[in-house]
């Protein structure tokens, strides 16, 4: 058994002055109840890092009026894609929002678009929905549905703009395998607050990435509880936030039950003067939860001068039979040692740092298992660097 | 024919401390096919030598010249400078997290040459440079000196050297810290260069060992910064039987 030293990360998440620290993860409010979470100041231990001022309008109690583009690609056998009024969506959510925007995204979205797959349905090909914001206030409530021993990628990917709040709820019944790729690829107005919430059955498989290149604010809140043993979830992110964007992304890894395995990896870029980006990882691993293994990482590359990254892990045990449990948090500045030896080789300044920045995400990339996408984010992940290039020389 | 000329290098780093003088003066001359041994202490400016000559930010140089074929080498950048044909093979490798060897290569070819190898050759002369260094071909597949030991670090610095082909290269205590087995392996890829190639060294060295497998034509004592002495390889045999103790006493 491996246990780290937490006593540091749980310590530097109680530090910050005004803010009431929560007594343990489990025990924050949920409720479909939007008057349950007074409206975020910012002091809130949940909402202290965030960009709450520009997330103002996703906590106001009141219908929106736009909505994003849906298209799907075509689904096979076995896959729904399907409205669901409002009371139903609430019951076939796993859990009640554990905040105020998300509270508020469903109540507001008149219903959930479910999609469903099937008992024993395996889906070798990606599905897609592409959401594509025209601007304007929008609530949204999505149901992801895997019943036993069912197997499917789904891919979401976000274009366009728009003042978007959500709830995703994702259902593993028992042995079910779940590979689900989020991108964040807005225009660079939009601002878009999410709360992603998955519940494990027995033996289920969830693997989660997420990639938050576009947007102003993107705040994600991604949570995994394990309602079954023998269930494992692998959690990655990759983030490049440039001057003027703030990436939130937290997480929190539920173990309540015994032998699951949980795995989280995100790896973030910042580069301009006021480049943001938050992490915070939650593991509670319960009283119940004998021989859990779990492992969390965060690090983020500091390439100019002014970006800041918080990094905050927090591991809480209440139980010593467990099988590992460990984090790790690094935040660095580019490496000029780096840019020597591969500057020494002839390498030009403009290449090198390419290769560096696609060096630090490649293991990650290599993780998402759907390699469309993973061609397409080394592209983008080339134009960011270019976008650093000019950001530098305008220094 | 090439020629790096150091002419009376004086050069600076910033320390907790302040300014610190580290080069004092240095004279030094190069030619292409000629190896010259610079031994000294350690402590006394090798590496800062090396690193200046390179072009490593740290290091600033407050008086003196370099120049390769009569190109002021201190107003090149450090990629221009390596495409210029100088090369140094570091002390201390650097780690280069998720880049693969093979795309390291290849891309400081292109870089070095302005295009792109032939695939088909190219492949192949990565192949047999690799297998002449006992380099196992799945180091093409991994990060750049990543998880690699001294002795591979090392290889793969002798390895770049001989594929991108400098006209100088400066070789930084490249034998420290490998066992005999790695000593002979590498030294006989700087000897393939230098016959391959006519290279001209710089054999920066705290050891003597080196020397029984690459023959140098000139020896120079390297102390506090400058040259102390220098002569032929019985230099080198002195060094062996004496140790330093002669030059760091007038220091
Ligand atoms: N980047 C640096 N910052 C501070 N001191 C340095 C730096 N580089 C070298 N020095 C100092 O300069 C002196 C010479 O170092 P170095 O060139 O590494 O010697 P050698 O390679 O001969 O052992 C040493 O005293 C060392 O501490
Ligand atoms: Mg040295």
Redesign the pocket.
């Known amino acids: 058994m491996t246990v780290t030293d937490h006593t540091q990360a749980t310590a530097d998440a109680a530090h910050s002055h005004g803010v009431i620290p929560d007594k343990s993860r489990a025990d924050r409010v949920v409720s479909f109840d939007v008057d349950a979470f007074p409206v975020p100041t910012g002091r809130e231990e949940n909402w202290r890092f965030s960009a709450v001022r520009d997330l103002r309008s996703l906590f106001a109690d009141e219908a929106a009026d736009g909505h994003l583009e849906w298209t799907t690609s075509d689904l096979p056998e076995g896959v729904t894609l399907t409205q669901v009024p409002a009371d139903e969506a609430r019951e076939r959510t796993v859990r009640e929002p554990g905040d105020r925007a998300s509270a508020v995204a469903v109540k507001h979205a008149g219903g959930a678009m479910a999609l469903t797959i099937a008992a024993n349905t395996v889906v070798d090909e990606p599905i897609t929905i592409d959401l594509h914001g025209t601007g304007g206030d929008v609530r949204g409530h999505l149901l992801v549905e895997l019943g036993q021993s069912a197997e499917a990628t789904v891919v979401v990917n976000r274009t366009g703009t728009a003042r978007y709040s959500e709830l995703v709820s994702i259902d593993l019944k028992d042995n079910a395998g779940l590979n689900l790729v989020l991108l964040q690829q807005w225009d660079e107005d939009a601002v878009h607050a999410g709360e992603v919430l998955a519940r494990l059955g027995r033996d289920s498989r969830l693997r989660g990435t997420v990639v938050t290149l576009g947007g102003k604010v993107v705040r994600l809140n991604t949570s995994a509880a394990f309602a079954g043993e023998g269930a494992s979830v692998d959690l990655f992110g990759l983030y490049f936030a440039d001057s003027g964007q703030h990436q939130e992304h937290q997480l929190f890894v539920d173990h309540a039950v015994p032998k699951c395995t949980s795995r989280v990896t995100y790896k973030g870029a910042l580069a301009g003067k006021t480049a943001r980006s938050v992490w915070i990882g939650d593991v509670l691993i319960r009283a119940a939860a004998e021989g859990t293994d779990t492992y969390e990482l965060n690090r983020n590359l500091v390439l100019t001068d002014g970006a800041r990254a918080d990094s905050v892990p927090n591991l809480e045990i209440e139980t010593g039979e467990i099988e590992g449990a460990g984090h790790a948090s690094a935040t660095g500045r580019f490496d000029e040692e780096q840019m020597f030896y591969l500057r020494s080789r002839g390498i030009s300044e403009e290449q090198a740092r390419k290769l560096v920045v696609r060096g630090f995400f490649a293991d990650l990339i290599h993780e998402i298992g759907v390699p469309a996408v993973e061609e397409s984010l080394m592209r983008q992940i080339d134009l960011e660097i270019a976008h650093v290039e000019e950001e530098l020389e305008h220094e | 024919m090439s020629t790096l000329e150091i002419r009376n290098l004086h050069v600076t780093v910033e320390t907790p401390e302040g300014t610190k003088e580290i080069l004092k003066g240095v004279d030094l001359t190069i030619n292409s096919g000629e190896t010259h041994a610079i031994m000294g202490p350690?402590g006394s400016g090798?590496?800062t030598l090396?690193y200046s000559v390179a072009g490593h930010p740290k290091y600033e140089i407050t008086e003196g010249s370099v120049t390769l074929d009569g190109e002021d080498v201190l107003e090149m950048s450090v990629d221009e400078r390596a495409k210029a044909g100088l090369f140094l093979a570091m002390?201390y490798p650097v780690e280069v997290p998720g880049v693969s060897v093979s795309n390291f290569l290849r891309t400081a070819k292109t870089a070095i040459d302005g295009e792109a190898p032939k695939l088909r050759t190219w492949v192949k002369d990565v192949k047999g440079a690799m297998e002449n260094l006992r380099m196992d071909p799945s180091f093409g597949e991994r990060g750049v000196n990543e998880g690699f030991s001294g002795g591979e670090k090392k290889r793969h610095e002798i390895l770049q050297m001989e594929l991108l082909q400098p006209k100088i290269a400066v070789l930084?205590?490249t034998d420290s810290g490998l066992d005999v087995d790695a000593l002979r392996i590498v030294s006989e890829g700087v000897n393939r260069a230098k016959e391959n190639t006519g290279l001209g060294i710089m054999l920066?060295t705290?050891y003597t060992r080196i020397l029984r497998y690459i023959k140098p034509d000139h020896v120079h004592v390297f102390v506090n910064g400058r040259v102390a002495e220098q002569g032929g390889p019985e230099l080198a045999e002195r060094l062996e039987a004496e140790g330093y103790d002669r030059y760091l006493a007038n220091a």
């Open positions: 350690n090798k590496s090396a002390q930084d205590e920066i705290h």
